[in-house]
């Protein structure tokens, strides 16, 4: 990757200063610096000064590198809540040596004083230096305000603790005081233990790329990344998400984790969500001797995403016209304003894919060709597709968290099948090819997740030689309908030689791997299980 080796320096002189001494640059230099040299074409190479770069509500972008090298060795980035790293249509590219830490805190932080079962209220002091609870611009307390108890004695997470119970109000009581309304059926928390609330903020704040998910480290829609020595110390969101294209990128010596000698109080998580996310790219990530620790939800997530098929008449079927009406569920990745082409998945199938039409209790009916693929513009059948959501929970008693009605697309996509058999009027559809095809996650250290060990939804998928130390739950290798997150068809993962340690239920793979009806070719050897 060395060739063209690009490094732009600010110089000053004054009274004070001695010729040639350096100044650090602003973080809008730091990106000018950054695009000039990808600007200058393949093997081209840029070194960030060491120290730190208060970035705030900015995000850091890295567009269009191909064949680029960032170097950040000794570089401490420091930004906003909902605010990061966003590398962008990359192809061959490598990037290493930075640490990101944020500022204020992305959650709030305190002590339980009191517990009220009956009002379903807990009276929490807040810590100096968290973000209080009723500052809107960090808490939306929209049903995703995570409520997660704390062993004071440990500073981990108290196992067994209710999951998606979310704080639903905060009232300030007095200085630094505040009650908070949470059900706390089953489980109530003792006076004394520590209490954290985080927010998703990308669902409200938006940044230069703004996405419902989103990481603390983004790669986009990008090819063969490979991003080495990097460090996080906290975020809003996800530590690492990779989303969309070719994929194949390599994720060598990671660390997500608390920042253990904080020039600020000590916080009990890292980021507020997955510790790594890979989300409907094509070929899957390599994630190798890494440390994923203390985050606010799963420890990692691979999976692709789920389309609804959708009737547009009650007397038109798929049979008859060989045309189906995809509605792609939520505006996941949005980036217009940039032209940086991180589109949904609609769009980007292509005339000679396939695609796997499942019903709605995940059983395989056939799969087809696409010839043609055209953004929907009909205003009934937009109209139909906005309805799709209340028609699947109501009809079909299915929940549909993750469609929005009014953030959906519609795709219209004309196939050929080898059969025509009797369709249903509602299926799911599988986008085949960003299944995250071989994904590998080995040699690997994770500690103290809020949910699962591993959601791993990746056809030929490896999980090898890591340790789980610390979760609510297992691995699940089955498909989430509410978020329609999954790939459908999966089959062929290895689970080898791995250690779950004080997993919730977990005692054997029998109990700690829930594997989805639709799911075949699951090896599960040489796991060891710990209390």
């Given amino acids: 990757m060395l060739g063209t080796v690009v490094i732009i320096t600010l110089l000053t002189v004054s009274n004070s200063q001695k010729p040639h001494q350096e100044v650090q640059l602003t973080p809008l230099e730091i990106q000018r610096n950054i ?22 509500e900015l995000d850091l972008l890295v567009l269009n590198p191909n064949k680029f090298t960032l170097a950040a060795n000794g570089v401490h980035f420091i930004f906003s809540p909902g605010y ?41 002091k807040l810590e100096d230096g968290f973000s209080p609870p009723e500052e809107s ?16 004695k440990t ?16 009232t300030k009581i007095s200085p630094s005081v505040y009650e908070l309304s949470v059900n706390l059926s089953p489980h109530i928390p003792l006076v004394g233990q520590g209490i954290t609330l985080s927010n998703r903020f990308s669902s409200n704040i938006s940044g230069a790329v703004p996405t419902y998910y989103r990481g603390i480290y983004n790669v986009f829609n990008s090819a063969n990344v490979a991003t080495s020595n990097m460090t996080i110390y906290g975020g809003a969101d996800m530590g690492v998400l990779e989303w969309g294209g070719y994929g194949n990128h390599v994720y060598t010596n990671i660390t997500i984790t608390r920042h253990p000698n904080p020039s600020y109080p000590f916080r009990l998580l890292s980021t507020n969500l997955d510790g790594f996310h890979s989300f409907s790219v094509e070929h899957g990530p390599l994630v190798q001797s890494s440390f994923i620790g203390y985050m606010g939800d799963d420890f990692a997530n691979v999976h692709n995403r789920m389309m609804v098929l959708f009737p547009a008449s009650k007397t038109e079927s798929l049979v008859q016209t060989m045309t189906m009406y995809i509605m792609d569920p939520s505006d996941v990745l949005y980036c217009e304003q940039l032209k940086c082409n991180v589109t949904r998945s609609g769009p980007l199938i292509q005339p000679g894919d396939v695609l796997g039409v499942f019903n709605l209790n995940l ?33 079909y008693k299915i929940p549909m968290t993750g469609i929005m009605p009014n953030d959906i697309t519609v795709r219209k996509i004309t196939v050929s099948m080898t059969s025509s058999p009797s369709l ?6 599988q986008f085949y090819r960003q299944s995250a095809e071989n994904a590998v996650f080995k040699n690997n250290v994770f500690v103290d997740s809020y949910d699962n060990c591993f959601r791993a939804q990746g056809n030929y998928l490896h999980l090898e030689n890591n340790i789980f130390n610390g979760a609510s739950a297992g691995l699940s290798i089955e498909i ?15 689970i080898k030689n791995n250690t779950f340690v004080d997993v919730s239920g977990c005692t054997s793979a029998k109990d700690c791997f829930t594997i989805g009806p639709s799911v075949t070719d699951v090896v599960a050897e040489e796991n060891v299980f710990k209390p």
């Avoid at 695009?35 to 705030?56: D, H, L, R, T, W």
């Avoid at 249903?424 to 559809?429: R, T």
């Fill in 363 to 395: 059983s395989y009916i056939q799969n087809v060709t696409v010839t043609e693929n055209v953004a929907c513009t009909d205003d009934d059948i937009l109209t139909a597709a906005k309805n799709v959501r209340h028609v699947l929970e109501t009809e």
């Fill in 155 to 170: 500073e981990t997470k108290i196992r067994p603790q209710p999951m998606f119970t979310p704080c639903k109000n905060a």
């Fill in 35 to 56: 695009q000039q040299a990808i600007a200058m074409g393949p093997g081209s190479m840029y070194i960030v000064p060491p120290g730190e770069y208060i970035f705030g």
């Fill in 84 to 124: 990061g790293i966003n590398v962008l249509n990359a192809t061959n590219t490598a990037i290493f040596g930075f640490t990101v830490d944020y500022s204020p805190s992305c959650f709030a932080q305190g002590v339980i004083t009191a517990v009220d079962p009956k009002k379903n209220t807990i009276t929490m």
């Fill in 480 to 494: 989430d309908k509410a978020f329609l997150e999954g790939s459908l068809g999966l089959h062929s993962l290895l």
């Fill in 424 to 429: 249903p009027p509602y299926a799911y559809i």
């Fill in 137 to 152: 611009k960090y808490f939306s307390f929209n049903n995703e305000v995570k409520t997660i108890y704390w062993d004071p």
